[in-house]
């Protein structure tokens, strides 16, 4: 499994569902491990009967069939599937309201979910899913993208409550690829991909309600992760370009005739 | 690729698998690749085949540079000086290296026969051209090995026929403890069109950089170029192309500055916003504003 794991952090981010279909074919039995330990880019179901797509993940699957968190059925439809009790379910209607108007005002497009289930200990598991599509024969508003894909998983475990607080545990992982062209003659494509994961814990007051709570984190998180992936990661991306070449306006200074 | 979990893998399709996770590797990371599919395959003859089929594929896509076991420089290892499964030219030194793919080391090195070398004629502007790209690169690529090889043509004894050099660069930087890997890689195709007395250079060029810690973030980017020149004596020639190579490269690296220049304002925007239009976080606490903000932005359709 080490070596799976090891493997997904070489290969290139684009490749990961590649990757992920070979790996399980030839270790059949650390399937389930797999599976939850490699994140893949999101699937999208259309809910027919409301007219809206929705995100597939773990948390509203039942066998070979997704539930969506418009209508609360299962596609393809399945009897008895598992749903969240009625108290969850109001939470998980007005998260997925308020949850697309974030996602308009920070995506300006783009595809959003929410799922809550209870939890092994009392408390519920909530996943907020999101899934972009920048390109500029997407959702991309400025054109600027041949090709963008943005997908985030925040799965948080929520504590039963206790004396007015709760604790929260935010899993969060990004998986993004944007590929611009180049600019300058000639032909070719700039292209930089990534996923990263991170971990947030709080304990919080409960009196704005749970939602505010899981919402702050989110949108905490985002930022940062949107802030990492930018200036850390695609920064030593770029660090790494000039150690190879560095720029001519530090060759020129040494060379000044050239 | 497999069909169902359950089912048994045929030695061939693990080989086939193996062999994707090894080619597809990122720059100086296949040793590494190497060694998690070897505990992940748990079967050394698939191993063993997957190695010997992968590793020349990799090391020439990826240009390596291999020090000359004699000590008398690097040969690089490409498709352009390659002799037979294991053995490359290098047309600097006039030897042939003979290398282990799998152990990315060359054990042999030996004089290049006459068959294996380019004519008098051809070698003028080969050489000439060799000794500008070494300036050029000697200058600007702190870790960059290169070499000019005759791909076509290469026993042409004098004017009135057309030949083909290919002029490869390649930059690499391993830096393993750090969690990031790099290579910029270049290879030029310089037509010499004697009957138009025109010379067509068409360059393409690599890039590709790893940073891995705690992340998998990887860029990669290609570019492809044309120019020409006219055709002259060898010395000339060599400077005409080495000018075009340092023009276009030295623009490339440009453009590329710029495209990391737009990133957190500009590109990555039309991924996710720093922040909404309203430059205020979101409103969790406040859902009646929620709604009013809903129904505004609805009415005035959304902004940039």
New interface residues.
Partial sequence: MEAAMGLMRRIHPKQAETALSALLSLLPDHSSDLLSQIDQPLQVLCDMECGKEFLLCEYNRDGDSNRSPWSNKYHPPLEDGLCPSPELRKLEIEANDVFAIYRDQYYEGGISSVYAMEGDHGGFVACFLIKKDGSKTGHGRRGYLQEGAWDAIHVIEVGPEEEGTAHYCLTSTVMLSLTTNTETSGSGTFNLSGSIRRQMNMDLPIEEGHLCNMGRMIEEMESKLRYSLDQVYFGKTKEMVCILRPPSEVVQLRMPDS | ??DE??QE?SEK??KE?AK??LV???AG?IQ??A???R???KDENVYKMAVSEAFPLYNKAHLISLEMSNRSGEVLVTSFGELSDNEYLDPRTAQVAMVDHIKQTCINVRHATDEELPSVYIEEFRCALDAEVIKYVG??????VCSVYCVNGKDVEGPGSNFELTVVIS???NSPQNF?????RSIWNIGFKDDVQMIEVRGK?Q?G????E?????????????DSTIFQLPEDCAIAVANIIRH?????????????A???D?????????????RT??P??N?LQ?SV??DI?KELG?G?
Avoid at chain 2, 180 to 184: A, V
Avoid at chain 2, 209 to 212: D, L, N, P, T
Avoid at chain 2, 214 to 220: A, H, K, P, R, T
């Fill in positions: 690729m497999a979990e359950s893998l399709q693990k698998i994707w996770f597809n590797s990122p990371e590494y690749v060694k998690d599919i505990s992940i395959l200058e600007l690529y702190p870790k960059g930059a690499a930087r990031c890997n790099g290579n910029w060029i890039v950089a790893h940073y891995f705690e992340g998998n973030v990887q860029l990669d980017t290609e570019h492809e170029c044309m276009h490269e030295t623009e490339y690296m440009a453009s590329l500055e710029v495209s990391y737009k990133l957190p500009t590109t990555f925007k039309d991924l996710r916003r720093k922040l909404p239009v309203t976080l979101f969790w606490h859902t929620i903000t809903r932005t959304i940039k």
